[in-house]
């Protein structure tokens, strides 16, 4: 039985080298690529299809630039529960309530300055236009859901190119 399992080794071992013999090919060069084998994913892309580099269309320059600007304040009787975690500014649209930029601040201290724009939208390339409802929460946690004990506000109707939106924070999650 022991000489079976020896010739029956020997035999595997042997097939197992005798498969190593082939060298594998050695790796492409980079940038050695045939060009003809090589396509921009954008061919293969339906029409109307935001650009996959995540740069903004012809002409979002301009809207990307419009903002709203503005203060952020604790309720009096909110003072205490005001210290650390994340400060999360959201712009929401006010027809349809469809979030369309987030912006995240750390270590603020209030009253604190603000400014929300297209340059923060979670897609790139969507429309940064009014009017807006702009809801702010300081996350203890640091997470973007709300969560008990967060603490937020909500500034409603902002027209774009609002210098002097302010917002104050004032309801507690239960």
Do not use: W, Y
Request: proline letters at 9%; charged letters at 20%.
């Amino acid at each position: 039985m022991r000489d079976a399992r020896l010739a029956f080794g020997a035999c595997l071992l042997a097939a197992v080298l005798s498969s190593c013999r082939e060298k594998p090919a050695p790796p492409p060069d980079e940038g050695s690529a045939p060009a003809s084998s090589l396509r921009p994913l954008t061919s293969s892309l339906p029409p109307g299809h935001p650009p996959v580099d995540a740069a903004p269309p012809p002409g979002a320059a301009a809207s990307d630039a419009a903002s709203i600007a503005g203060t952020i304040t604790v309720s009096p009787n909110l003072q205490s529960r005001a210290a650390g975690g994340a400060l999360f500014v959201i712009a929401r649209s006010a027809a349809d309530h469809r979030i369309l930029a987030v912006r995240r601040e750390d270590n603020v201290t209030f009253p604190f300055k603000f400014r929300i724009s297209g340059r923060d939208a979670m897609i790139a390339g969507t429309a940064f236009a009014g009017p807006l409802d702009v809801t702010v929460r300081l996350s203890k946690s640091g997470d973007a859901a709300a969560a008990k004990g967060d603490i937020e506000g909500t500034a409603r109707g902002l027209r774009v190119g609002a210098e002097d939106a302010k917002v104050t924070l004032d309801t507690v999650h239960e």
